[in-house]
């Protein structure tokens, strides 16, 4: 199994443009998620999928918005890129388990860059 | 709503040395509780787990210790080596949350000096 496959790995943006960040897992896992990661800030989680067709607000969803057609893909959109959105992105999946809750398996991050 | 918090941010060793990440929560209804390690380049990656029902979990050279009373867990590391060298995240998530809670906190760099 690849795991969780994110495209592409880095990208630069000029202000105002759109952008789409791919993200693929090859394990069936229902859960997807996408964080970002600023230096020094740990990770914030922006948007999740609980499985095709659902999708849910983390805890920074401006600026972003995501959509599940699939099991395998949870892409994220940038529609407006501003430089407070540059950061690394990371794609992250889980099966579901007993209790509700199960470890993330995230991809190699997408670095992107607003400028 | 949860907030976690990670001691230190740096941390350097000699190898061979011991290592020690602590992580606080705010939520007593938390009761799962996972360490991350994150190399440079790459996605973070689960290195060991903990349920609120166990107090502490081995495996190999680490180790998460858990008080629910006190609200705070920590991994160990034991006889550090160079390839230990990396970002550790600690997390929370409440059992009142969704799979979607995973509360992360802001990380420690470890450096083990050979």
């Known amino acids: 199994n690849a795991g969780v496959t994110q495209t592409p790995k880095f990208r630069i943006l000029k202000i105002g443009q759109s952008m789409t960040l791919q993200c693929t897992q090859d394990m069936n896992h229902n859960y997807m998620y996408w964080y970002r990661q600023d230096p020094g800030m740990g990770l914030k989680l922006i948007y999740y999928?609980?499985?095709?067709?659902?999708?849910d607000k983390g805890e920074v969803p401006n600026g972003y918005n995501v959509s599940r057609s699939t099991t395998e893909d949870f892409p994220l959109r940038l529609e407006l890129a501003a430089p407070s959105q540059t950061s690394v992105y990371f794609c992250a999946s889980s099966p579901p388990a007993a209790g509700g809750i199960s470890p993330l398996h995230f991809g190699n991050g997408t670095r992107l860059t607003v400028t | 709503g949860e907030n976690v918090e990670q001691h230190p941010s740096t941390l350097s060793v000699q190898e061979g040395d011991s290592a020690v990440i602590k992580c606080t929560y705010s939520d007593s209804a938390s009761n799962y509780f996972p360490w991350y390690k994150q190399e440079l380049g790459k996605g973070p990656q689960l290195i060991i787990d903990?349920?609120?029902?166990?107090g502490e979990k081995k495996d190999q050279r680490i180790a998460v210790t858990l008080n629910k009373t006190a609200k705070h867990f920590s991994l160990h590391i034991t006889e550090t080596q160079p390839e230990d060298s990396a970002v550790y995240f600690c997390?929370?998530?409440?059992?009142?949350?969704?799979?979607?809670?995973?509360?992360f906190g802001k990380g420690t760099k470890l450096s083990v000096k050979p």
């Open positions: 997390a929370a998530i409440s059992s009142r949350g969704s799979q979607g809670n995973l509360i």
């Open positions: 999928s609980v499985g095709a067709g659902i999708t």
């Open positions: 903990i349920r609120s029902n166990v």
